[in-house]
């Protein structure tokens, strides 16, 4: 499973290694990077995340969809460490086999990130940059919330219940054509009221290339077009309800991730399509068909 | 009627003359500080470089060559910025070295 997904990614960059010699730079749009903030600098995110499950395996009429408005701030305490703070707003619905329709709504796990620059290397033409991060996803979310039918699926309720720890390090490579990031990172599910998700491992990998301008201003901060494409992986432990693995849990998806995004000196406008490639997924549970991200960033 | 006018205007006209010169020499002695800064790749990264150095004292205009990595300050006549306070500018931005070049009435320093 992992070999297939990493050859995957092998192919993916070699393909756009290829493909051009100079190619875009930004900010990837659903991968994190490893450049941090100026020192002072407060930038503000809002994003909107639509994604749609369906029964592919049994088709039983099962659905679930799914609106998330992660709000997001991010301060640069000096030039190489910044916190970010991400609220997520969470829709979601569940269609059940029976067509009744089960949903939640309201805040989510509020999450706080840490981030330390701890390389830089400079050279002719660009400039690479790793930073780590370390974090915690709190349990602001209701994670026992109930309709007439009884307790809301796991899936569907809006916090984890636990206090969980992310760990992980940014990978950034930077140049005024084209901009490559890797971004994995590990969350230590705990267990909260005799249930515990399994642990989370995320890899993302993004390309991006300037589409325009071709030819860059002699003078002053242009603003640019990007042309981005990421693979976005999440491989999942199966989680535990009493100690016991539960069967239709966990597994490995990952997206192929076409987007388009505006740059300006002082704004962030882009829109992501993300397109399950790979879904391998432990017993019976809803696939993913597609999932749209749009989003823009403010930096004060 | 056409007196008093004289009366006005060649007092303002010598005093034009008088300030041209000053004004002229003025603007000969501006200095212009251009800045090469290594890492500087995109534009909502050059926007934290422009704003730490907007945070000197005595400069008259920043301006940013993204295209060159190049941040140029032109600092107000009769006033200076040191080098130190330059380099703690752009470690602020979030990059760790610069060359800075000086050049007064176009000539380098």
Known sequence: ?300 | MKSKVKIFVVPVLLVLLFLFPLLSFAEKATQKISIKVEGLYCPFCAYGIEKQLKKLKGFKKVEINLKHGVAELHVKPGMSITDQAIQQAVEDAGFDSATIERTQNGDKQ
């Open chain 1, 1 to 300: 499973m992992f070999i297939k997904s990493f050859g995957f990614i092998l192919i993916f960059l070699s393909v756009f290694y290829s493909l051009s010699p100079h190619s875009a730079e930004g900010i990837p749009i659903n991968s994190d990077v490893g450049l941090t903030p100026h020192k002072g600098e407060f930038i503000f995110r809002a994003q909107t995340r639509y994604l749609r499950k369906s029964d592919n395996l049994l088709d039983q009429g099962r659905s679930v969809d799914a609106v998330v408005v992660p709000l997001v701030g991010v301060y640069g305490f000096t030039a190489k460490s910044s916190v970010l703070v991400k609220v997520p707003i969470i829709y979601r619905e569940l269609k059940t086999a029976t067509g009744a329709l089960r949903s939640d709504h309201g805040p989510g796990d509020v999450t706080v990130l840490g981030k330390y620059r701890f390389f830089t290397h400079n050279f002719k033409g660009g400039t690479s940059r790793i930073s780590a991060i370390a974090g915690l996803e709190l349990p602001t979310g209701d994670d026992n919330a109930s309709d007439s039918l009884g307790f809301l699926p796991k899936g569907i309720q809006l916090g984890s219940g636990s206090v969980d720890a992310i760990a992980g390090a940014v990978y950034t490579l930077q140049t005024l054509d084209y901009q490559v990031d890797m971004d994995l990172r590990y969350i230590f599910n705990n267990e909260a009221n005799n249930f515990e998700f399994g642990d989370v491992f995320k890899y993302n990998l993004a390309y991006q290339k300037r589409i325009w301008p071709s030819i860059l201003p002699d003078k002053g901060i242009y603003s640019q077009w990007n042309a981005v494409l990421e693979l976005n992986g999440t491989y999942e432990n199966k989680s535990e309800l009493g100690g016991n693995d539960v069967a239709n849990s966990g597994g490995n998806t990952v997206f192929l991730s076409p987007g388009i995004q505006f740059v300006s000196k002082r704004s962030i406008y882009e829109f992501s399509f993300l397109y399950p490639v790979i879904q391998d997924l432990n017993g019976n549970q809803l696939k993913t068909d597609y999932s749209l991200a749009l989003s823009f960033r403010y930096q004060f």
